[in-house]
């Protein structure tokens, strides 16, 4: 069965006549009749009642009943012209944790979102082994994370580092320059991604048993910071943007944490249908990387 059987065939259903079927269609009436016996052939029944010397065609029972099935193959065969000619766009599944989509990339992600260049970017924040659970699977085809983890498929490339810095209402007691003996520890709001920052964290506060709070969030974080003397070590790019948003102080430590290293994580043996979206994003991302907006937001 091809386009040409099932587009005479729903000519004669509306015309009831193989000549005005033939001269719609370009074609000579013997050429219709050939296409409608081929097709019946095909379908293994007949379509049409052919009577000697009556212009008008009359469907049989099956010919009646094909006529919704022809409409439906006609319209798919029309979908799928349609599709061919069409740029195919490529469709790439991102997932980070919550800091970085937030204050780090989600201008990247705009553009792209916004750019011209065949690329449908679907983003998600999740925990670092979350994320390397789904680069593991295929379920996502780049994480970005704080962390590098061991897992057998799974490849951290370091993108960046940046320092932490201790966060606190514009109205809190802490100077410039903060040493760590000078922050309590009941007054500390925890947030951390990173192991090292916990044995840093340890190191200061080890013989203080004071209970801390802690938020795992961005926009959690956000909220405390009416607190007068809460405080937080945080990275320097979450501490940027509170400041454009927010009346933050901003305090270097005396004493720098551990560095906060970012890393884009993807799996060694990418599915080749994703090859060349990866391969895009990441040229997207090395470019976003040198931009003043970028830099700005991690120094």
Known sequence: M?????ETFLMITETK?????????????SAVSHRIRSLEEKLGCELLIRARGEKVVSLTLKGEEFIEIAIRWKNLWNETKLWTL?????????ASIDSLNTCVFSNLYKDL????????????????KTIYDLIESHDIDIGLSLNSLK??????????KSRGVVLSSKSSKYPEIVHPHDLKAADEILFSYIPEYEIWHHFWWENDQSEHSSVDTVSLLFTM?????????????????????????ISELAVEPPK?????????????????AIKKFSAALDAYMKTDVFLNSIK
């Open 2 to 6: 091809n386009i040409e059987q099932v």
């Open 17 to 29: 006549n193989l000549s005005l079927a033939a001269k719609n269609l370009f074609v000579s009436q």
């Open 86 to 94: 069409q740029k195919s766009k490529m469709n790439l599944k991102l």
């Open 113 to 128: 979102i916004n750019s011209n260049n065949a690329i449908t970017l679907n983003v998600s924040s999740h925990w670092s």
């Open 151 to 160: 897992y057998p498929s799974a490849i951290a490339k370091p993108l960046f």
């Open 225 to 249: 910071f009416d607190l007068e003397e809460k405080w937080a070590v945080v990275p320097v790019w979450i501490a940027r943007v509170f400041e454009k948003i927010h009346p933050v102080k």
């Open 260 to 276: 906060y290293s970012c890393y884009q994580v993807s799996n060694r043996n990418p599915k080749p249908s994703k090859i060349k």
